[in-house]
C-alpha cells in the first residue's frame, strides 16, 4: 500500500530538516561519533550521509504513522537505495566539473524519491535490514579511514 500525500510530505519535510541540522554541523563536528553523522569533506560518499542518516531517523520516527502499524525494516530500502543513488550522481556531477549546488539538488531530489516511491522492505525483511546494517558500517569506517578513491575524496583531490 502506498503511502498518503500528508505522509510522505510530514516525512520529507522531517527528513530534509534532520538534513540540514546534520549539514550546519559540518563545520563544527570534526572527531567522535558525531562525525559518522555529518559529512567531513566535500565528496559524494560523505554527502551521501546527508541522504542516509535522516532517512534512517525518518523511519524510526515515523514507521507507525499513517498506514496500518508495521516495523521500521519496511522502510530500509529507501534509505539503502537513495543514499547509493545519491552517492553515484553526486559522484558523475563532481566528476564532471558540477558544482556544491547540483549536489545539494541531488540531496533534495534522493529524498523525495526515496521518501515517495521507495519499494516494501516487508518482502525480503532479513536482506534490507543487513544491507542498511552493512552501509551503516561503511559510513561508520569509511569516515575514519578514508580511501584514496575518487569517490571518497570529492573536490580536494581533483
Request: glycine share 12%; proline share 7%.
Amino acid at each position: 500500500m502506498r503511502d498518503t500525500i500528508d505522509r510522505v510530505a510530514l516525512r520529507y519535510l522531517a527528513a530534509v530538516l534532520l538534513g540540514l541540522v546534520l549539514l550546519l554541523l559540518h563545520g563544527t563536528v570534526r572527531s567522535g561519533p558525531a562525525a559518522v553523522l555529518v559529512p567531513q569533506r566535500a565528496s559524494p560518499w560523505e554527502l551521501s550521509k546527508l541522504v542516509f542518516w535522516p532517512m534512517l531517523g525518518v523511519c524510526f520516527l515515523t514507521c507507525r504513522l499513517g498506514r496500518a502499524p508495521g516495523p521500521v525494516v519496511r522502510d530500509l530500502p529507501a534509505a539503502v537505495l537513495a543514499s547509493l543513488g545519491a552517492a553515484a550522481l553526486n559522484g558523475a556531477i563532481l566528476a564532471a566539473g558540477g558544482s556544491g549546488r547540483l549536489c545539494l539538488a541531488v540531496w533534495a531530489g534522493a529524498l523525495a524519491a526515496g521518501i515517495a516511491f521507495g519499494p516494501d522492505g516487508a518482502r525480503r525483511p532479513r536482506i534490507w535490514l543487513v544491507l542498511c546494517g552493512l552501509l551503516a558500517a561503511c559510513y561508520v569506517l569509511l569516515t575514519f579511514l578514508v580511501p584514496p578513491w575518487g569517490l571518497f575524496q570529492g573536490l580536494a583531490a581533483g
